[in-house]
T-cell receptor, first 114, second 117 residues
Framework: AQSVTQLGSHVSVSEGALVLLRCNYS??????LFWYVQYPNQGLQLLLK??????LVKGINGFEAEFKKSETSFHLTKPSAHMSDAAEYFC????????????FGTGTRLTIIP | SAVISQKPSRDICQRGTSLTIQCQVD?????MFWYRQQPGQSLTLIAT?????????ESGFVIDKFPISRPNLTFSTLTVSNMSPEDSSIYLC??????????????FGPGTRLTVL
């Protein structure tokens, strides 16, 4: 069964610093991969998705993620953190065929230090 | 992407009672899902709401506790029955439209925050 692991339940970065949120997947074939963001008291918003068209995926709000098959990783980055980036971030995985469900990681809470 | 609304946005209920949560989409979608997010936790899929037929439940969730309806392609309800404090969670509706996307991404409603006393 496919799964995702998010290393670090809490990450703190200074405003203007690099944001790096880690996600590793476990799947027999490269799956579809997603990053979602959840702001306080809100639902989940899709940041970006990997579908195999390109290994470097750009998303909304300046975020991007790179798919690395050799490392089974899909880490989320942003060059310069902004206070408004403070939120919970979830990595999710889905099979390419058959099962259309999403399996979510445990989430990483990002705190921005002024 | 589709605009998804949920009612109520939050509620405080007494144990032993039931609450029905509504999910409304502004366009027809092929698939609708219900998730539970317990305090400080990730999302757990409860069931896939099937239009015109019984929902498909995940392991650990049963129809008697979480009856689901989906009368058409834009609306679904989730009922949390005979509630206990352990049911205190955020309940999220999500949608996926096979006609507009081939990549399984889902779009989420704002959630319903339920507290059971």
């Amino acid at each position: 069964a496919q799964s995702v692991t998010q290393l670090g339940s809490h990450v703190s970065v200074s405003e203007g610093a690099l944001v790096l949120l880690r996600c590793n997947y476990s799947s027999s074939v490269p799956p579809y991969l997603f990053w979602y963001v959840q702001y306080p008291n809100q639902g989940l918003q899709l940041l970006l998705k990997y579908t195999s068209a390109a290994t470097l995926v750009k998303g909304i709000n300046g975020f991007e993620a790179e798919f690395k098959k050799s490392e089974t990783s899909f880490h989320l980055t942003k060059p310069s953190a902004h206070m408004s980036d403070a939120a919970e971030y979830f990595c999710a995985v889905s099979e390419r065929s058959g099962n259309e469900k999403l399996t979510f990681g445990t989430g990483t809470r990002l705190t921005i230090i002024p | 992407s589709a605009v998804i609304s949920q009612k109520p946005s939050r509620d405080i209920c007494q144990r032993g009672t039931s609450l029905t949560i509504q999910c409304q989409v502004d366009s027809q979608v092929t698939m609708m899902f219900w998730y539970r997010q317990q305090p400080g936790q990730s999302l757990t899929l409860i069931a896939t709401a099937n239009q015109g037929s019984e929902a498909t439940y995940e392991s650990g969730f049963v129809i008697d506790k979480f009856p689901i309806s989906r009368p058409n392609l834009t609306f679904s309800t989730l009922t949390v029955s005979n509630m206990s404090p352990e049911d205190s969670s955020i309940y999220l509706c999500s949608v996926r439209d096979r006609l507009t996307s081939s990549y399984n991404e889902q779009f989420f409603g704002p959630g319903t925050r339920l507290t059971v006393l």
